[in-house]
T-cell receptor
Framework: DQQVKQNSPSLSVQEGRISILNCDYT??????FLWYKKYPAEGPTFLIS?????DKNEDGRFTVFLNKSAKHLSLHIVPSQPGDSAVYFC?????????????FGTGTRLLVSP | GAVVSQHPSRVICKSGTSVKIECRSL??????MFWYRQFPKQSLMLMAT?????????EQGVEKDKFLINHASLTLSTLTVTSAHPEDSSFYIC?????????????FGEGSRLTVL
């Protein structure tokens, strides 16, 4: 049972445009969400996070939005750059999974073309 | 920033042999490390939580006798895949949390790709 879902396996965007990556979760006990970026043959690197007490968190070109009622979060990248091309994983943790354990989505491969 | 390093990055072995993968936190101490496994086009699946000085905690469905975890120091955890078989071929990734950093943020190693012939 996939508790964290990224239904779009891939996304293609032109440089300078906005990239929107989506993530849905089923476990209502999740209260902390993170986005990780992964290049081929490398481990994931932390990008941005959001606590369930917030509905938006912004860091430079990256903004994460959380809609708790819909159990949905999204990552906005604007403007998109070719260097943003990577696989993006959504992850969640919460009281019943243990705060230290992250449950990952299947990832979305973003391709930003010049 | 914090760095977590894994070795080897790639390993090819014959069926029936054992393979050891090391995970080191290079510039911080990690009392807890995590081992994940990733199959192609699938998410990272947590295998076990490695605790310094005590036994690892395995997730449901993960064979502890198959995947031996040792966390002998505050900077090193090892995963040994014993009597490896082709179905064990996968990408194994470790992670660690640095004290004082955000609750959920983990620092990941580069990953180790295991191919069992």
């Amino acid at each position: 049972d996939q508790q964290v879902k990224q239904n779009s396996p891939s996304l293609s965007v032109q440089e300078g445009r906005i990239s929107i990556l989506n993530c849905d979760y089923t476990n209502s006990m999740f209260d902390y969400f993170l986005w990780y970026k992964k290049y081929p043959a490398e481990g994931p690197t932390f990008l941005i996070s959001i606590s369930s007490i917030k509905d938006k968190n912004e860091d430079g070109r990256f903004t994460v939005f959380l809609n708790k009622s819909a159990k949905h979060l999204s990552l906005h990248i604007v403007p998109s750059q070719p260097g943003d091309s990577a696989v993006y994983f959504c992850a969640a943790s919460g009281k019943n999974t243990g705060f230290q354990k992250l449950v990952f989505g299947t990832g979305t491969r973003l391709l930003v073309s010049p | 920033g914090a760095v977590v390093s894994q070795h080897p990055s790639r390993v090819i072995c014959k069926s029936g042999t054992s393979v050891k993968i090391e995970c080191r936190s290079l510039d911080f101490q990690a009392t807890t490390m995590f081992w994940y496994r990733q199959f192609p086009k699938q998410s990272l699946m947590l295998m076990a939580t490695s605790n310094e000085g005590s036994k690892a905690t395995y997730e449901q469905g993960v064979e502890k006798d198959k995947f031996l975890i040792n966390h002998a120091s505050l900077t090193l955890s090892t995963l040994t895949v014993t009597s490896a078989h082709p179905e064990d071929s996968s990408f194994y990734i470790c992670s660690a949390r640095r004290e004082g950093y955000d609750t959920g943020e983990l620092f990941f190693g580069e990953g180790s790709r295991l191919t069992v012939l």
